[in-house]
């Protein structure tokens, strides 16, 4: 059975403190990784797709990576602004459509 | 990228009764999903909604609590039907799995 586990469950940062949030995940087969924002009381924001082992996507402050068996995703000097829920999920080959939700990394960015 | 407007954005409702959530997207998608986000937990998929098809339920929902129509291409209805408090719950739309709708919060009381 496909599985996503985020860690940590929760991170405070001071500003400009640069850290990362990983995502551990069990597929027959990936077909994507996708890493998604999250704000109270909103909708999933997408930020990246990562299809391949290697891959790497940056979108300002973030950086995502992928390897066979985990992703990171990279806050560099984070803004209170990026304080949010980042959730990944896993799409498995023989499975479109079908997305695995890892239970999201609570971030928290004070001044 | 896709513009997913959701209506109601919240309701509070009485148990026994049922709630008709609405999705419109802004292009024509083949492909909808419906999501249940529960109290400080990650997304479970309830079902894959395609035009002209009956919808694909996964393990643990079936179609006499959550019947879904997709009369187009466009737009698709989630109901939750004889609420019981343990469906508070925030229920999500999205298209094409990159992008959602900003969800109806539900709370049944």
């Known amino acids: 059975e496909d599985q996503v586990t985020q860690s940590p469950e929760a991170l405070r940062l001071q500003e400009g403190e640069s850290s990362s949030l990983n995502c551990s995940y069990t597929?027959?087969?990936?077909?994507?990784l996708f890493w998604y924002r999250q704000d109270p009381g909103k909708g999933p924001e997408f930020l990246f797709t990562?299809?391949?082992a290697g891959e790497e996507k940056e979108k300002e402050r973030l950086k995502a990576t992928l390897t066979k068996k985990e992703s990171f995703l990279h806050i560099t000097a984070p803004k209170p602004e990026d304080s949010a829920t980042y959730l990944c999920?896993?799409?498995?080959?023989?499975?479109?459509?079908?997305?695995?939700f890892g239970a999201g990394t609570q971030v928290v960015v004070t001044p | 990228s896709a513009v997913i407007s959701q209506k109601p954005s919240r309701d509070i409702c009485q148990r026994g009764t049922s709630l008709t959530i609405q999705c419109q997207v802004d292009?024509?998608?083949?492909?909808m999903f419906w999501y249940r986000q529960q109290p400080g937990q990650s997304l479970t998929l309830i079902a894959t909604?395609?035009?002209?098809?009956?919808?694909?339920?996964e393990s643990g929902f079936v179609i006499d609590k959550f019947p879904i129509s997709r009369p187009n291409l466009t737009f698709s209805t989630l109901t939750v039907s004889n609420m019981s408090p343990e469906d508070s719950s925030i229920y999500l739309c999205?298209?094409?799995?990159?992008?959602f709708g900003q969800g109806t919060r539900l709370t049944v009381v």
């Open positions: 990562l299809y391949s």
């Open positions: 999205s298209v094409d799995q990159a992008f």
């Open positions: 909604a395609n035009q002209g098809s009956e919808a694909t339920y």
């Open positions: 292009s024509q998608v083949t492909m």
């Open positions: 999920a896993v799409q498995a080959s023989d499975s479109w459509g079908k997305f695995q």
């Open positions: 597929v027959s087969g990936l077909r994507g």
